[in-house]
Structures are given as C-alpha cells and as structure tokens.
Nanobody, 118 residues
Framework: QVQLVESGGGLVQAGGSLRLSCAAS????????MGWFRQTPGKEREFVAQ????????YYTDSVKGRFTISRDSVKNTVYLQMNNLKPEDTAVYYC???????????WGQGTQVTVSS
C-alpha cells in the first residue's frame, strides 16, 4: 500500500510559479512511476507529467512542456511539480499518483487546488 499527500497548491497570478509536493508513505519500488494529473469541474482527469522512480525519466503533456518540471527525491520519498509561467487554463485540482505496474495508476492522493488568476 502507498499513501500520497499533496501540498503546495494555492492562488497565483498569471505568469507566476508554484511548486507542488507529493509525499509518499509505504514502500516505493524502483520499478514504480510517479505521475501528476489535473482535473477541472465537468472534465475528465488529465495527465500532466510522470517520472520513473529508478532513473528519473520524465514525460510531459504538450501543454506544459517548457513550463513544468517533475522531479523526485528518493531519500524523502517525495515527488515535486515545479510550475512556472502559469496560465489561467492551468487552474485545476492537481493529483499525485503512483503506477506500480502495467498502464494503470493505482494509488492516488487527495488533490490540491491550483488557481491562476488573469
């Protein structure tokens, strides 16, 4: 079992920055992938970024490339999402998740709200 707790959300003006954190408890295997997703009311949850726990390989959705950076600290068992040059369309609840095997993310945090004002 893995428990995830996100933090770092808030209200920021367009062009500003925020750093989200996701603290994981429980055993994180080197084969796991950690991801960030986001969701706005009435829309499906959207993939944002992911990172492999072992070698730190990253992947981003096109809309955040060059603005967001995902990273992990294996000592602290924490994943980060550095968000720069934020836009109003980045407003959403951001979720951290773990993919332990296969293609499905099977552990999720409770989410943290990010609001970007224009």
């Amino acid at each position: 079992q893995v428990q995830l707790v996100e933090s770092g959300g808030g209200l920021v003006q367009a062009g500003g920055s925020l750093r989200l954190s996701c603290a994981a408890s429980g055993r994180i295997e080197t084969t796991y992938t950690m991801g960030w997703f986001r969701q706005t009311p009435g829309k499906e949850r959207e993939f944002v970024a992911q990172i492999t726990w072992n070698i730190g390989r990253t992947y981003y959705t096109d809309s955040v490339k060059g603005r967001f950076t995902i990273s992990r600290d294996s000592v602290k068992n924490t994943v980060y999402l550095q968000m720069n040059n934020l836009k109003p369309e980045d407003t959403a609840v951001y979720y951290c998740a773990v993919r332990s095997s296969g293609l499905v993310y099977d552990y999720w945090g409770q989410g943290t709200q990010v609001t970007v004002s224009s």
